[in-house]
């Protein structure tokens, strides 16, 4: 299994970035898809997740100003999944890594950095 993540950049305060992360390979049918982040000097923290029923579930400095989506696709070779974030904030600042969570394993992407800053 791999997890391709793109999207990061440079934003002023305020502003919104999407991140995007495609997971591709044997995947199991049931599965979890989240991001994470790390900011230099900590360590990495759930931002948001969401399951293969579209349940979500955002850590509680995101609420409300992230979305995480996923096409309701039941594919078991291909899952791309999406972070809109809005309202961005210099402690937001960080790199952020899409993660998979299937057949009781926990799959990586590359990390795509982000930072808000005027």
């Known amino acids: 299994v791999q997890l391709q993540a793109s999207g990061g950049g440079l934003v002023q305060p305020g502003g919104s970035l999407r991140l995007s992360c495609v997971a591709s390979?044997?995947?199991?049918?049931?599965?979890?898809m989240g991001w994470y982040r790390q900011a230099p000097g900590k360590q990495r923290e759930l931002v948001a997740q969401?399951?293969?029923?579209?349940?979500?579930?955002?850590?509680?400095f995101v609420k409300g100003r992230f979305t995480i989506s996923r096409d309701n696709t039941k594919s078991t070779v291909r899952l791309p999944v999406r972070l809109q974030m809005n309202s961005l904030k210099p402690e937001d600042t960080a790199v952020y890594y899409c993660q998979l969570r299937s057949w009781g394993l926990d799959y990586w992407g590359q990390g795509t950095q982000v930072t808000v800053s005027s």
């Open positions: 969401i399951t293969s029923g579209g349940a979500t579930n955002y850590a509680d």
């Open positions: 390979g044997s995947i199991s049918s049931i599965n979890d």
